[in-house]
């Protein structure tokens, strides 16, 4: 069948999905959110799937990873296994974790905390319902100036998803976990849509982990809001540990407000397809944020991350550092605009990518970008790309270490400018260690767990 053909099958499929199954996915949600669902869909259903010929999407072809027979569930499924008892996260301070099971909150814990400080944490339906007008103020808010498509699908498919409220002046001080898992029989299409809230001068970092249990394809199209008040300060870390038949696409949006601090940092260990776009919005004064992403890929991997900063007033920061290893015939993309107002005055900006090669088949491609209105700026953007340093080669062999453990000890001082920058020590130890896992060959699994996902 010739690809646009399918392409249009696809899409008429998704629109014929929605409309059959939409009294099961409205009457699970209320007005303001199915209302939000209608005027996505309907902007879905106009511009489609991301084209080929999209600039915006030129190195990655989103249309055929919409290709798998993927099935849509619009009700959590019984599951018949203990999910706790083949999956464990041994991070010391990640042991309190909540769990999504194909989009949906793990059915065994309680849907919605609220802690004696005020701070609300779990699923962002039970939210939508307990406190209606603290969802409705900030869902879908972010994703609205992007015009991004799979967040329009997303919008109108997305059942469950993580819900965090920090009020004014809190400070969260042990990360909050979200185990993301797909387990499947059958190859699954899966949308869930995050929410975090931070207000004022509050504090909490969130840490989201991709794995599934099976080896069925499945493709996961998740979407992340991020809203940070003035002085908060937030991290999120997330870790892609998926098999090569997975399609990972994420869209996080942030927006900060005065003198927040904001830092992302992206590590994706194992996935078939794999895009991740990153969008900020530094909408207020001195507001900082940094950025950052590691990927490894081998086979035919393919992995693209997709960065948009825009400095939308004065005196803001924004840092970005991106990096993959790439082997076999794997292929790694990365694109980063910086677009700064003509408000933007006295921006510092700094891009930079870096890519690893370990052999003639593997590629990347690179497309850094900057957009200056202002005139008093400071910014510079960069990627290089090359293999391994021969120099540091020759002095490593010089003192009796094997070429294949000059290599490795190499690559994983390459990695190393990026896990550094996670400040969760425990969480910084644990990639450590699975990226030196990766880079050997031998990563199939975290420490505790029981699956193999390789």
Known sequence: MAEENKISI??????DAFRKNSKIIFEQTPGFINELRSKYFQEFELVGLPAKNSEFYKYTNIESAFFGAYKKQFSPQPLTIDIKEVFTCDVPELENHLMLVNGWFYDKEKKLNVLPNGAIIGSVIEASKQFPELVEKHYGKYIAEQKESLSMLNMAF?????FVYIPKGVVIEKPIQLINLVVATEELMIQPHNLIILEEESSASVVIC??????HAFLLNSTTEVHAGKNSRFEICRQQNAHDHSVQLTNTFILQKESSHVNSVYVTLHGGIVRNNLYVNLSEPNAKNKSYGLWLADKNQHIDN???IHHAAPECESNQLYKGILDNSSTGIFSGRILVDKLAQKTIAFQSNKNLLMTNDAKTRSKPQLEIYADDVKCSHGSTTGQLDEDAMFYLRQRGISKKEACHLLMLAFADDVINKIS?????????????KRLRGELSRCNRCKVNCG
């Open 10 to 15: 696809i899409k008429n499929d998704l629109v």
């Open 158 to 162: 997305a059942q469950d998803g993580l």
């Open 210 to 215: 991709d794995h599934s249990l099976n080896p």
């Open 306 to 308: 997709n960065t948009y």
């Open 424 to 436: 969760i020590a425990p969480l910084r130890d644990e990639i450590t260690g699975l990226v030196e």
